[in-house]
């Protein structure tokens, strides 16, 4: 999900907002290449040396972007079903995979030549992945799947084909994905397919 940002108060968290959103707006419009900190510094109206003292370089802009994106309210759908869950929890993926200026499918392709956003963007993905968790427990809690369903490999599953039709194949948005993964997930995840394996000493 596209990140966002909502925790005001005073002039320190209002620069913050200003320079990453401006940011945002540079990385979608420019892509990694053409995103500089004169330009981000220009564009939030804040002097640029109270950038570069803040974040340093690009990287450390994008990774304050990501890092930025744990402190929204975002909680993931509840439907009423597993499969419910999972096709909203993938429509909105695919929303912002396709969404125009490119943001998302742009911090994921900058995470690949900055390390500093790297290491924000797997936070920012365990933040998700663990969010998400409660999609699973809801669905055990029903009965509709067996109790050690493995979350993180069910969401994985569900979410995947998003990300490779649209982020790596770069096809064409789909309407129909959305439902067509999460049901393959679903159907997979009721069969036991991503239950955990029983330890070494038969615990």
């Known amino acids: 999900m596209p990140p966002t940002r909502r925790r005001p108060g005073g002039r320190t968290a209002r620069i913050r907002t200003q320079v990453l959103d401006a940011a945002l707006a540079e990385l979608g419009e420019h892509g990694y290449d053409g995103l500089t900190m004169d330009a981000v510094a220009a564009r939030a109206g804040v002097h640029r040396a109270t950038v570069y003292r803040r974040w340093g370089d690009v990287g450390g802009l994008l990774a304050d972007v990501l890092d930025a994106a744990s402190d929204d309210d975002w909680q993931p759908p509840d439907t009423g079903s597993l499969e419910g869950d999972l096709t909203a929890l993938n429509q909105e993926i695919q929303t912002a995979l ?11 392709a900058a995470s690949f030549r900055s390390e500093k956003a790297a290491r924000a963007q797997q936070r920012l993905w365990e933040d998700r992945y663990a969010r998400c968790e409660i999609i699973v427990s809801r669905a055990v809690r029903r009965g509709g799947l067996p109790a050690h369903t493995d979350a993180r490999r069910l969401l994985i599953a569900a979410t995947a084909p998003l990300y490779h039709q649209l982020v790596l194949l770069r096809t064409p948005p789909d309407p129909r994905l959305p439902g067509h993964a999460a049901r393959t997930a679903a159907l997979a995840a009721a069969a036991g397919a991503f239950t955990e394996p029983p330890s070494a000493d038969g615990a």
């Open 98 to 108: 396709t969404a125009q200026p490119p943001i998302v499918a742009a911090l994921i």
